[in-house]
């Protein structure tokens, strides 16, 4: 598996065909369940895990926290368009 370590909302692409696509993979990494938890800074500011922001050690749920982000700024864009904008 891989760790992206840079999910923000400008790498998620959404489309009805495909639905959410992970994009730019500079920042990737390899790693798998087992192996040893990643360190160093990588990543946009305003995105990043606590983990990271506070130098620790971690694995591919800083993942998980970037997608979360994305999720909420989603839900936070829709909240501010005028009623009746969902075309």
Known sequence: ???HRDVKR???R???AE???LI???LAVPWRAGDAPLTGW???EGWLAPEVVLQRP???SVDLWGLGLVLLDE???LRRQPRGAFV
Do not use: I, P
């Open 24 to 26: 730019d993979f500079d």
């Open 14 to 16: 959404f489309s009805e």
């Open 10 to 12: 400008r790498n998620v």
């Open 75 to 77: 839900l936070f864009q």
């Open 1 to 3: 598996g891989w760790v």
């Open 42 to 44: 990588a990543g946009t």
């Open 58 to 60: 971690y694995t591919s």
């Open 19 to 21: 639905g959410a696509v």
